[in-house]
């Protein structure tokens, strides 16, 4: 299974962008999804979830600014981002539970996406 993480880019104080992350690969089903940043100096932080296919957890500086959603039956999890400040700077990755053919479910790592708010 491969996460396929793309859409971010520079933009300015205010600006959007929607970050898209596919799953590709022999997989039963695609379970809880999430979110995540890094900014330089700091520690991987959760910025979204959805689980059992409904947005369910925001970071609170991201709330109302921020939406998680899915299309399920193009294995795509997206991240629409408006309003965006320089803190919201960092490498975002995306995060996906599967269901394999054996029965077992595996967590997922996409290559992460740059995303740089300037001031």
């Known amino acids: 299974v491969q996460l396929q993480a793309y859409g971010g880019g520079l933009v300015q104080t205010g600006g959007s962008l929607r970050l898209s992350c596919v799953a590709s690969?022999?997989?039963?089903?695609?379970?809880?999804m999430g979110w995540y940043r890094q900014s330089q100096g700091k520690q991987r932080e959760a910025v979204a979830f959805?689980?059992?296919?409904?947005?369910?957890n925001y970071l609170d500086s991201v709330k109302g600014r921020f939406t998680i959603s899915a299309d399920i039956s193009k294995n795509t999890l997206y991240l629409q981002m408006n309003s965006l400040k320089p803190e919201d700077t960092g490498v975002y990755y995306c995060?996906?539970?599967?269901?394999?053919?054996?029965?077992?479910?595996?967590?997922?790592w996409g290559q992460g996406t740059q995303v740089t708010v300037s001031s």
């Open positions: 995060n996906v539970d599967v269901l394999e053919y054996s029965g077992s479910l595996s967590g997922y």
């Open positions: 959805m689980f059992n296919g409904r947005p369910t």
């Open positions: 690969g022999r997989f039963s089903s695609i379970g809880n």
